[in-house]
């Protein structure tokens, strides 16, 4: 079968990135990126798409009027890059409902937080205030509505007393890497469909047993 051909959009570290280039480097993946998109000129992440072999771009957002020509021009590229499906991996701009509109269903982000708690920025910090248990990451569809569209995949991490944001973080971290790539492969195998605000999965492994935090 012929694979989702990907465009990821970042804007900085791209470790995320790294993570789905890691991932699509095996034969049976079925999704492969066919180009990265920075709207951040030196963005870390363009190294990594060079390093994989994959073509990288520079779009400056600064360099244009407003949002709807900056979203003009990433959906030019996207498209004339030959790709069908866009994954947002730490892109720093908020899209506008042109948009995602157009990329409806074809267009994921994945989020540090257990959606829907703690949209926006700064959600550790926000799921260190609000006094969690666990917290976590999540992929979803993007629509124009800030971090709202309907959920894929997700995982959930505790939250350990000792924690900083910084240590937090990272234990989030090293979950979206795990999951982005996940939800990516049932993409790709077509086991996705949108149903309303819910996401089904066909012949989903749903033999997960409850994450409990403390354990005891
Ligand atoms: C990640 O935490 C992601 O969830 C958020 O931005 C961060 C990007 O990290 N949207 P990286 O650029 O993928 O390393």
Request: aromatic share 6%; charged share 20%; glycine share 10%.
């Amino acid at each position: 079968m012929a694979k989702l051909k990907v465009a990821v959009l970042i804007s900085g570290r791209g470790s995320n990135l790294q993570a789905l280039l890691d991932a699509s480097a095996a034969a049976d993946f079925p999704a492969e990126i066919v180009r990265v998109i920075a709207n951040v000129p030196g963005a870390q992440g363009l190294a990594w798409a060079q390093r994989a072999g994959v073509a990288g771009e520079i779009i400056d957002n600064r360099s244009f009027s407003g949002r709807d020509a900056f979203d003009a021009a990433l959906d030019a590229a996207i498209r004339a890059a030959g790709a069908e499906f866009v994954c947002l991996a730490g892109f720093m701009r908020l899209l506008t409902p042109g948009f995602t509109r157009a990329w409806e269903n074809r267009l994921v982000n994945i989020h540090p937080s257990l959606l829907p708690s703690f949209k926006g920025l700064d959600t550790h910090r926000q799921a260190l205030e609000a006094g969690v248990r666990l917290h976590g990451c999540t992929v979803h569809f993007v629509t124009a509505d800030l971090d709202d569209g309907p959920i894929i995949v997700q995982a959930a991490v505790p939250v350990l007393d000792g924690d900083d944001e910084a240590s937090l973080a990272a234990r989030v971290l090293a979950a979206e890497h795990r999951v982005y790539p996940l939800a990516l492969r049932l993409i790709g195998e077509g086991r996705v469909r949108v149903d309303g605000k819910r996401v089904r999965i066909s012949g989903a492994a749903d033999a997960v047993p409850p994450l409990i935090h403390p354990a005891g």
